[in-house]
């Protein structure tokens, strides 16, 4: 068994639930781009899968998820400082992604969005003209005036 009591920790701990439990809890995040696809990590250990919402309003992607433990009546908590309740994470997303093709995985309490470049952002080559190809038809315009 736990045995463990450590009074102004154990203070501090309640105050921040006291007022953590008004408002949601941020999920952590990592996010970057691998080639044509912005990859978002977030992380929901102990989630239940279909308590996950993630939608998508014009330039705004929104993670909800709630994590609950009950215990059962003749449980004898020693210890409960895993966060529960409502998870919420907004992100802003940039023009260059395509929000019609957004994929999203849970696995291993990690949840895993893929979003597309869209075609517009993506590298493409621009071809040069030669300056002088181009002032050939001023120049003939202007010899026959």
């Known amino acids: 068994m736990l045995m463990r009591f450590e009074p102004f920790r154990e203070m501090d701990r309640l105050t921040e639930e006291l007022l953590r439990a008004r408002s949601a809890r941020q999920i ?3 996010a970057y ?5 912005f990859k978002i990590h977030l992380d929901l250990p102990g989630v239940d899968p279909g308590s996950i919402e993630l939608t998508v309003e014009k330039d705004v992607l929104t993670v909800v998820a709630t994590r609950n433990w009950v215990p059962a009546e003749d449980d004898q908590v020693q210890i409960t400082e895993r966060a529960q309740g ?4 907004q992100l ?16 291993d309490g990690v949840l895993t ?14 071809e040069i003209t030669h300056a002088a190809s181009v002032a050939q038809p ?8």
């Open 33 to 37: 781009r691998r080639g044509n696809e």
């Open 138 to 145: 001023i120049e003939a315009a202007s010899s026959a005036a």
């Open 86 to 89: 409502e998870f919420r994470r």
């Open 28 to 30: 952590p995040v990592d």
């Open 113 to 126: 969005i893929t979003i597309p470049v869209s075609e517009q952002a993506k590298p493409r080559k621009v």
């Open 92 to 107: 802003m997303l940039g023009e260059s992604l395509d929000r019609e093709h957004i994929a999203a995985t849970y696995e």
